[in-house]
């Protein structure tokens, strides 16, 4: 089988310059886009924008992007830091302010506790994205997540390079490989590896991109 890619892009809430240069990236290499918008800070333009854009699939980012974790630990809205209750009632929300995006949860911080990830079936979420190898084996729920992340967010958020990027991208693997972005905070030198890349993986005999919605509807 060819070598199958996704792109994630992760933090959407207003419609911003870097917001529209990253659809208009998309659009233009004809390249399947998910963005994981945070519900409850998307705003009326951006939202309208992302629906219009053909490339793109709304993914829900959690509830409000708010660290729940306490002061030492990793950083998690959805940790194991509050009540299953709480937080379930938190995504049940944040599916109805944004019912238009995929019933795919991505967890602020890609960190979620286990028990909550168990519930998302019966919140009518059927996927699950994260990122790195880690994976919840959780009836009903599909895991697709991310795999490849260009920027070092310890060294300044510094983009760790085209030769370092492409290797990462072009490592073959079982499952897709998935490209993770952030789109307001990549600096100049990643936009313009993204633009090159994408564009040299769509001629003849390049990997497959694949949507979102693809993805979470077949074995992962």
Do not use: C, Y
């Not at 990793?74 to 009540?83: M, N």
């Not at 998302?120 to 790195?132: A, D, I, Q, V």
């Amino acid at each position: 089988m060819d070598r199958i890619l996704w792109w994630r892009d992760d933090d959407a809430e207003a419609w911003s310059p870097a917001l529209a240069r990253l659809v208009a990236l998309a659009a233009r290499h004809r390249v399947p886009l998910a963005v994981a918008a945070v519900p409850m800070r998307l705003t009326a333009e951006a939202k309208a924008r992302l629906m219009a854009a053909p490339e793109v699939t709304l993914l829900l980012h959690g509830h409000n992007h708010v660290n729940h974790a306490p002061a030492g630990a990793k950083k998690a809205e959805f940790g194991p830091h509050r009540p299953l209750a709480v937080m379930a009632a938190e995504i049940a929300a944040a599916r109805q302010r944004l019912p238009e995006a995929a019933p795919v949860f991505v967890p602020p911080w890609n960190r979620i506790d286990p028990g909550l990830a168990a519930l998302l079936p019966g919140l009518g979420l059927r996927g699950l994205s994260t990122h790195g190898g880690k994976r919840l084996e959780v009836a009903g729920l599909a895991q697709v997540n991310t795999t490849v992340d260009p920027i070092d967010w310890r060294a300044g958020r510094r983009f760790v390079g085209a030769a370092a990027t492409r290797d990462a991208l072009g490592a073959a693997g079982p499952r897709p490989v998935g490209l993770l972005t952030h789109h307001a905070v990549m600096p100049e030198a990643m936009w313009q590896f993204l633009d090159d890349f994408l564009g040299e993986s769509r001629r003849q005999g390049g990997p497959h991109w694949s949507s979102a919605r693809q993805l979470f509807t077949m074995p992962a």
